[in-house]
């Protein structure tokens, strides 16, 4: 009878680590697989970049909390009874309220202006609001080169667009001004910050 020799330790290191050194293989093969597949699955998919202000531009929800507006009831007339709740709520004190009586003994706002460059868009005025005067609306783009023309007064409140029923879709933009033309204003430009910067 033949004497059987133990296989010595490096031939069994040898073949279990070719064995499971298969089987992560086949394992990373299976993960790298299935990134491929989702690369390749957005890549011929339907792009989601938006052609942002040229051509299209977002409708936002009617849940969105964009421009201020203010509403008018059935006879015309401004539902704000100036009580300076929106006023005293806010957080950010960027609501100026100023009342006064009408010819009808009504109370209405003589001045009601809202700094929308303070604004953090909460809310907070609509949910205190008791006439239901005061909304938040859809409408995003209100930038400017000057800060002063972000102080929205009454006139400019009444005149903005209200909530619309539909929302979350891609519409058509319109641009309101025309391309390819320098605007040039009279306010400075920002503040060199590098002229206070010590050099070493």
């Not at 909304?135 to 800060?147: N, P, T, V």
């Not at 040039?184 to 430009?189: A, D, F, L, N, V």
């Amino acid at each position: 009878m033949k004497d059987l020799a133990l296989p010595s330790e490096a031939a069994m290191s040898h073949a279990t680590g070719s064995k499971y050194g298969a089987w992560i293989g086949w394992v990373f093969f299976a993960d790298l697989a299935n990134a491929l597949a989702l690369t390749f699955g957005y890549m011929f998919s339907r792009s989601v970049t938006m052609q942002y202000p040229d051509r299209e531009k977002w409708l936002p929800y009617s849940r969105y909390r964009g421009h201020h507006f203010l509403k008018r009831d059935e006879a015309g007339e401004i539902k704000c009874v100036a009580c300076e709740l929106c006023a005293r709520i806010c957080p950010c004190d960027c609501i100026e309220v100023v009342p006064y009586e009408d010819e009808k003994g009504n109370r209405r706002p003589a001045k009601f202006e809202i700094d929308t460059a303070r604004c953090l868009f909460c809310g907070l005025c609509e949910d205190a609001c008791p006439a239901d005067a005061i909304a938040l609306g859809q409408e995003y783009e209100f930038s400017s080169f000057s800060s002063r023309d972000l102080v929205i007064g009454r006139d400019d409140l009444l005149g903005k667009p209200g909530k619309a029923a539909t929302g979350g879709g891609v519409v058509a933009a319109r641009l309101n001004t025309q391309q390819g033309v320098l605007v040039e204003t009279s306010e400075p430009q920002g503040y060199n910050w590098w002229r206070n910067i010590r050099r070493r």
